[in-house]
């Protein structure tokens, strides 16, 4: 029996993200790069630590390898503990079979002998793919003083939005009335941002029910939360207003990255009271050559810089060659942008090559507004010399020098 | 030999005072060093990448600073069960040479217990003012391909002005002939850079027997007074190294640094130099930002120019602010429209708006940790 712990969490890091395409066909989405040094995960991990929630069950399912190694022992949040710490929970083989995690409730109830080594009164669980800075302490004092069987954290989006989230009639109490899952007529605008605190003797009732229900698909939005408010239990909403997205899809994680670059995005990544913590590698200082010119951007160790970067985001190790242009752009670890290329609009996957002269993305501007979007390179992919890659494209094979990318 | 035979010993302030202005807070060992790293960071990191498991690093006095920074060496993966890093302070003992001791040969008296509890055969000694990068199993080879009693590594240039420095003269099979000291050669000559490989039982015998005749000098006594009775060689550093003995050598090592081949020979993802982390954010540029030829460390904002400059971690230099060919150490704060030129400044400095200082390539200014200007 580990020591009581009053809280812990739980963190959802199985999923693929298939919306990230290429991005996560060889990483799970909470590995994805972000931010210029950080993944993903460091967000709801850095959160955690810094909100005092010291001991953090990371489920991973889909391609865990490079997640279980970045996660590692938790050294990086400090999670490397004697006493609770960072453990990641992977499906395992039961005398009765082996199961996947078949839905995000069923994750959490595989772990209920996890949970309880820990003996905890509340349960927050959390999930791997959004981007934001919040103290879940804050959280749980709300859901102890409303003496709540669940809280979920709620913001209030915009109308024309609404119908894209899981939404919830929240009365003045905060007690919530009722839950719309992506409803075609929204009645409300207050949605749910898949955060949630659970009096844990509560959730540990309800996941056995649900998993003994054969009708269930075992998962929290569906099928726990509504089988919870059916019941009468105490369901209020959390109301935050801080920064907070969804990076589930290559606009999101493109607008995100660009939201750090903005001083009034508010985000801000520079917080000595709330550091994002991340697992770095040892670089050398950045280069930034008297040919360069770099502006309204950021740029981390490794990299080495000589063209042009504008509104852009590279990650430790990329390279910008002479007379390069960058914009707009994602650059992820290692990546390199030869002499003469021009890359806009665009997300560079780890290692990628861009050879010299070749074009990447295009402005919103100079295409029809309905074919634009980010243009995507495949990790390790290389671009010609010359070749062109056109906006709103996903490229996951090299590309010929002087040739112009066809999707398929 | 191999590595994980060998026991690395830093003396973590030799030369202390040969820059005063950098270590009257701090050991040599953690002066900051290219925008993100400490002068240990080298001795050890190319220890560690060469596959030495076991390294202790003698202190003296101000070693706060060196603690802090090294933590449980982590970084450097010497946070061991079995061996790791192991940071000696002076301690008290029954002996008096030992208490308070003034060079390599009682510092290393001191902490003889530390060397004969080291399972391992061979010892690595440097000291903590010098930045190199090489494979020190070359020199390990080195050492037993030669059947040599002593490895010196060296290096041919101009003589640091250092105390007790020593000028080698090496016959064709690289052994050492001949040890002048303290010699003031104004040419190039064959220098030692104070890294020694020896057995560990040899150093034991030596530096003992140094004690027990009160000459203890490791150049003279171990050194130049064996030249003769042991087989001294000299294996020369390959790559770039340099050895700092002023503010003036520091400034121009430093910039040295810009040139790209340099960096790729002392700072290479291959045999990466480590140090501890320190969790900034990524540098952000701003608008109107102008940077170039600078090397600069995450955790920046520049909103201003930047030129021909090394900036630590979380320097600002606001707009209209121009920063060239100086030294910004961590958390200095150039405040709007400052100019700036040969200039260093310590930890933490600020320059208030407005303010126009300068000093020459030749003769930087030197702005001491805290100070606002």
Request: aromatic fraction near 10%; proline fraction near 4%.
């Amino acid at each position: 029996m580990a020591r009581k712990n009053e809280c812990i969490a739980m963190l959802l890091a199985g999923g693929q993200g298939s919306r990230l395409g290429i991005l996560t066909h060889k990483i799970a989405k909470p590995a994805v790069p972000f931010g210029g040094k950080y993944r993903i995960i460091d967000f709801p991990l850095s959160n955690c630590v810094n909100s005092g929630i010291y001991t953090v069950g990371v489920l991973t399912q889909y391609q865990p390898l490079e997640l279980n190694d970045y996660v590692g022992n938790g050294e990086p949040w400090d999670l490397d503990r004697t006493d609770g710490g960072v453990h990641i929970l992977s499906p395992y083989q039961q005398i009765q079979g082996t199961d996947w995690y078949k839905g995000t409730a069923n994750a959490i109830y595989q772990n209920i002998h996890f949970i309880d080594k820990y003996d905890p009164e509340y349960v927050v669980v959390l999930s791997g793919d959004h981007i934001y800075k919040m103290d879940y302490a804050d959280m749980l004092a709300f859901h102890k003083n409303q003496e709540a069987a669940c809280t979920i954290a709620m913001r209030e989006v915009e109308w024309k939005e609404a119908s894209r989230f899981g939404l919830m009639l929240v009365n003045d109490d905060s007690t919530i009335s009722e839950f719309e899952e992506k409803p075609e007529n929204p009645r409300s605008n207050k949605a749910s941002m898949g955060i949630y605190i659970f009096t844990w003797s509560k959730l540990r009732e309800y996941l056995i029910a649900d998993e003994n229900d054969p009708a269930s698909s075992n998962d929290f939005g569906h099928n726990v939360i509504p089988a919870m408010h059916e019941a009468g239990e105490k369901m209020v909403a959390y109301q935050f207003d801080g920064y907070w997205r969804d990076v589930g899809t290559i606009e999101s994680l493109w607008e995100a990255n660009m939201d750090i670059l903005s001083p009034v995005s508010g985000i801000n990544l520079n917080d000595p009271h709330w550091k994002i913590y991340a697992r770095s590698p040892s670089a050398a200082p950045q280069f930034i050559s008297d040919k360069a010119e770099v502006g309204n951007s950021m740029v981390t160790e490794g990299c080495s810089v000589e063209g042009k970067v504008d509104f852009s985001v590279l990650f430790p190790n990329a390279t910008v060659e002479e007379g390069a242009n960058v914009k707009y752009s994602i650059i992820m670890p290692g990546a390199v942008v030869k002499k003469g290329a021009v890359v806009q609009y665009a997300i560079v996957a780890e290692n990628a090559v861009i050879e010299e002269n070749a074009k990447v993305g295009a402005g919103p501007d100079v295409t029809d507004p309905d074919d634009w979007g980010v243009a995507v390179i495949g990790e390790n992919i290389t671009i010609g010399k010359g070749a062109v890659v056109p906006p709103s494209v996903m490229v996951n094979e090299n590309v010929e020098e002087g040739t112009k990318y066809e999707s398929k | 030999m191999r590595a994980n035979n060998v026991l690395g010993i830093i003396h973590s302030q030799a030369f202390d005072s040969t820059i005063q202005e950098l270590t009257t807070m701090r050991t040599f060992a953690s002066v900051p060093f290219g925008c993100r790293y400490r002068f240990v960071d080298f001795p050890l990191s190319n220890m560690v990448n060469a596959g030495v498991t076991e390294v202790g690093i003698i202190t003296k006095e101000n070693y706060q600073s060196l603690m802090d920074h090294i933590g449980s060496g982590k970084p450097w993966d010497l946070a061991r069960k079995r061996e790791g890093l192991y940071i000696l302070p002076p301690y008290n003992t029954s002996s008096a040479s030992a208490a308070g001791y003034k060079n390599r040969v009682e510092a290393i008296y001191a902490n003889m217990d530390f060397l004969r509890h080291s399972r391992h055969e061979y010892v690595v000694i440097t000291d903590s003012n010098a930045v190199y990068n090489f494979d020190f199993n070359d020199l390990f080879e080195f050492h037993t391909e030669q059947e040599a009693d002593i490895t010196v590594a060296y290096k041919h240039g101009k003589l640091p002005k250092l105390e007790n420095m020593q000028i080698l003269t090496l016959d064709d099979n690289k052994r050492v002939t001949d040890v002048s000291i303290n010699a003031d050669e104004p040419g190039e000559v064959d220098y030692s850079f104070n890294i020694y490989v020896m057995r560990k039982s040899l150093l034991e015998y030596l530096v003992k027997t140094s004690v027990a005749h009160s000459s203890t000098s490791f150049a003279k006594d171990i050194i130049q007074a064996n030249v003769d009775s042991l087989k001294i060689v000299g294996f020369e550093i390959p790559g770039f190294a340099a050895m700092i003995d002023s503010l003036k050598t520091y400034y121009n090592v430093s910039m040295e640094l810009l040139e790209p081949e340099n960096r790729k020979a002392l700072l290479n993802a291959k045999n990466p130099i480590a140090t501890k982390i320190a969790d900034n954010v990524p540098t952000l540029y701003g608008e109107n930002s102008k940077a170039g030829n600078s090397l600069i460390a995450d955790g920046c904002t520049i909103e201003g120019t930047v030129e021909n400059s090394l900036l630590f971690r979380g320097v600002v230099v606001e707009k209209g602010a121009v920063v060239r060919n100086s030294i910004l150490m961590q958390g200095t704060v150039i405040h709007a429209n400052a100019k700036v030129d040969s200039i260093i400044t310590d930890k933490n400095v600020t320059i208030t708006a407005n303010r126009n200082l300068s000093g020459d390539p030749s003769y930087p200014i030197y702005f001491t940790k805290n100070i606002v200007v």
